[in-house]
Nanobody
Framework: QVQVVESGGGLVQAGGSLRLSCAVS????????MGWYRQAPGKQRELVAS???????NYADSVKGRFTISRDNAKNTVYLQMNSLKPEDTAVYYC??????????????WGQGTQVTVSS
């Protein structure tokens, strides 16, 4: 049973920093791309940043230069370092992992989400 568990959210003042972590566990063959998404109240879920198994990264324009995604393949963990936070970064942040299994089709898994609130 694959589990995707986020941690590190919280309340921070504008200009501050937070670091999110997402650990994947369970029986699987390989983790491909991993990513962070966010969903603010009344808005659709959007991609914040993603990273391939080889380390190639992609960022939403709104976070470029402020957020950094990284991963530790040995720990099956992806991180999101968020600096210079703005009130508009307030959202529930979700981790996504694209997972392969031996002998059957792979699929995408989501975490339960972690709240990030940035006060002005």
């Amino acid at each position: 049973q694959v589990q995707v568990v986020e941690s590190g959210g919280g309340l921070v003042q504008a200009g501050g920093s937070l670091r999110l972590s997402c650990a994947v566990s369970g029986g699987f063959f390989r983790i491909n791309a991993m990513g962070w998404y966010r969903q603010a109240p009344g808005k659709q879920r959007e991609l914040v940043a993603s990273i391939t198994s080889g380390g190639s990264t992609n960022y939403a324009d709104s976070v470029k230069g402020r957020f950094t995604i990284s991963r530790d393949n040995a720990k099956n963990t992806v991180y999101l370092q968020m600096n210079s936070l703005k009130p508009e970064d307030t959202a529930v942040y979700y981790c996504n992992a694209d997972i392969d299994f031996a002998g059957r089709s792979g699929r995408s898994y989501w975490g339960q989400g972690t709240q990030v609130t940035v006060s002005s």
